[in-house]
């Protein structure tokens, strides 16, 4: 079974600590993307990345920023939390888009708090 | 830009009893749509999708969808509903823009399964 794997479950972390989120994917994915996900805003997209050490900004970008060194990982970061940031966070893969896209993959989801 | 449109922000049906969920997109050309359906404290598993062809689209579950462009809309059926149906499920659009796709998702339907 395809797999795409966040590193944590729960998170707590305190206002204006540098937050790393990992996700990493087995699927030799080329789009990997970061979402949010608020009650009653649905999933909004952070981050997307269709190849490595590429980076494109989604419709929420502030605050938050990505790193994507190797095709497998790709790890969103939170420079400085508040509180804000509290949400359910959800990483996503794909194989490139047009009429080969099969949807996304997505991981089990970080539920990060900021105190 | 497309968009996604889920009126109804929470359903319950009794077990047994069929289901529609409701979904109304808006984008210019011929969209490719998903349903997604989320358990509580997980991600997000794709339960069909449709690109082109036929316009009733088998899933996964004993799940299907009907896209009708004249309503712009991608309705989720089934006859029967079972308790462990009891989950989110959110319609997501998604289009082709500058080599890559980029994915719309609605802001979800609860769906409640009582006995």
């Known amino acids: 079974d395809v797999k795409v794997t966040q590193s944590s479950r729960y998170l707590v972390k305190r206002t204006g600590e540098k937050v790393f989120l990992e996700c990493v994917q087995d699927m030799d994915h080329e789009n990997m993307f970061w979402y949010r996900q608020d009650p009653g805003l649905g999933l909004r997209l952070i981050y997307f990345s269709y190849d490595v050490k590429m980076k494109e900004k989604g419709d929420i970008p502030e605050g938050y920023s990505v790193s994507r060194e190797k095709k497998e990982r790709f790890s969103l970061i939170l420079e400085s939390a508040s509180t804000n940031q509290t949400s359910m966070y959800l990483c996503?893969?794909?194989?490139?888009?047009?009429?080969?896209?099969?949807?996304?993959?997505f991981g089990s989801g970080t539920r990060l708090t900021v105190v | 830009a497309q968009s996604v449109t889920q009126p109804d922000i929470h359903i319950t049906v009794s077990e047994g009893a069929s289901l529609e969920l409701r979904c109304n997109y808006s984008y210019g050309a011929t969209p490719y749509l998903f349903w997604y359906v989320q358990s509580p404290g997980q991600g997000l598993q794709l339960l069909l999708k449709?690109?082109?062809?036929?316009?009733l689209v088998q899933g996964i579950k004993g799940f299907e969808a009907e896209f009708k462009r004249s309503q712009s809309s991608f309705n989720l059926r089934k006859p029967s509903v079972h308790w462990s149906d009891a989950a989110e499920y959110f319609c997501a659009v998604g289009a082709n823009s500058g080599g890559y796709q980029k994915v719309t998702f609605g802001t979800g339907t609860k769906l409640q399964v009582i006995p």
């Open positions: 996503a893969s794909s194989i490139l888009g047009g009429s080969q896209t099969g949807g996304y993959t």
């Open positions: 449709y690109f082109s062809g036929d316009t």
